[in-house]
């Protein structure tokens, strides 16, 4: 492991600042900074006028908040300090639901040609564990799919969801991109979404949306690059 005497002093403030950041205690409550909740897209091999996404929150604390928004909780399960008070039933009580049902039918829609593909939400034996799956059917083949995902984003906006799509497409659905094309069937897969750095503030939200390593990792690759491009402007300088 290399020595921290060569990294610049800098960087080695901001990691351990980070660091201490991320071991302070924090409320237990839902909220859009921990584990990312994650859809799966995926076409249907038999029905290919079929689109299955597989929606699964990033923790049970999410499906209580959502249970409480809903109705379906009691609102004394959000308690004073902001913190989540999960029980086991909650999952089984969420996914059995006609308003949970809608909700799913209303935060992710999809589209084919312009035109809207009716939802079909598969009732989830296991919502904390593997997630809920719904099928979207469209009036044909689907080669490009336009897909919409806003889950959680009216609780905070800040929610963002990792998706993952055949042929190893990905896209982070959040503020300001809700929607995407996603390419099944034979149509070429459109280029992976790629996270712009300039400023810092898109790697910030993205390093939070997905966990404290990775958030580690972005402060140090952005300010390592900062170095970098420092050093290249001085040797580029005359003498």
Known sequence: MPSTAR?????????????????????????????????TIAADATRPEVVRLTWKAGGVDELTLLGVKLGLLPQDR????????FQASDATVLASSAPFASYLLTQMTVSSDGHACAGTVDPSSDLAGSGVDVDYTCAGPVGVARIEVRMLSDLDPAYQTVATGPRGQRQVYGPGRYAHDWALGDAPAASEATVPD??????????GSVGPLLLVAAVVALLLRRQVRRRRVAHARPS
């Open 7 to 39: 990294w610049p002093r800098r960087v080695v403030i901001a990691v351990a600042f980070t660091v201490t950041l991320l071991a302070m205690a924090v409320p237990a409550g839902a909220h859009p900074y921990g584990y990312p909740q994650t859809v």
């Open 198 to 207: 300039h400023d810092g503030a898109t790697v910030w939200k993205v390093a």
């Open 78 to 85: 959000v308690l004073l300090d902001g913190a989540i008070s």
